[in-house]
């Protein structure tokens, strides 16, 4: 049984009606099965990849919006970096630092009799480095010794004061004492390579 538009000329309507609703079903159902199928999850994964960088996208914007603010805070911190590396010198430093002292000592009217430094101690990025300081002068001379030695930059810290053997001084008639304190200041420990 061929068929031709006579044939299908003849069909009751209802028939019609049912071949051209099978053939509209038909087509959009080859299409799917055929191609749409395979794609839907290529397009899904496409749509959560968007998602992904949409949202990426938002948190890099924020950031921009953000960016002066976070320049200028890294600008302070930059500074108060150089402050705080400032008050813990490098070891080429430390030679300068008890010239310092010792300036500082004979300023203040003590006779420095020795400064000497002591073996540092490792604390990480930063080193203790103790010295040893030993002097001949008055009470109020070691105290103005020591205003000025907190008025420095650097940070210095003094422990271990011993003042003994008090004595007149024959020349002046001033009470003078052997004194002999531990000044610990600290060092920068640059990273290697």
């Keep these: 049984m061929a068929i031709d538009a006579e044939t299908i000329a003849n069909l009751s309507p209802k028939r019609k009606a049912l071949i051209i609703l099978v053939i509209a079903v038909l087509i959009p159902g080859l299409y799917w099965y055929t191609t749409y199928r395979g794609k839907a ?72 009799v ?26 109020h001379e070691m105290g103005l010794f020591l205003d000025s030695l907190s008025k420095l930059p650097r940070i210095i810290n003094v422990s271990n004061i011993n003042l003994g053997n008090a004595r007149e001084d024959k020349l002046t008639g001033a009470v003078v004492l052997n004194i002999s304190a531990l000044a610990t200041t600290y060092r920068y420990i640059e990273k290697e390579g």
């Excluded at 604390?123 to 103790?130: L, N, W």
Aim: charged share 30%.
């Design 41 to 112: 999850k290529v397009i899904e994964r496409l749509r959560q990849e968007y998602s992904q960088k949409q949202a990426k996208l938002n948190e890099n914007e924020a950031i921009a919006r953000n960016l002066p603010r976070f320049k200028e805070e890294v600008g302070k911190l930059n500074k108060e970096l150089a402050r705080v590396v400032q008050e813990l010198p490098n070891s080429r430093e430390i030679p300068n630092l008890i010239e310092t002292i010792s300036n500082l000592g004979s300023l203040n009217g003590l006779q420095i």
């Design 114 to 139: 020795y400064i000497k430094p002591q073996s540092d101690v490792n604390k990480g990025f930063y080193a203790e480095v103790p010295i040893q300081i030993k002097a001949v002068g008055g009470y």
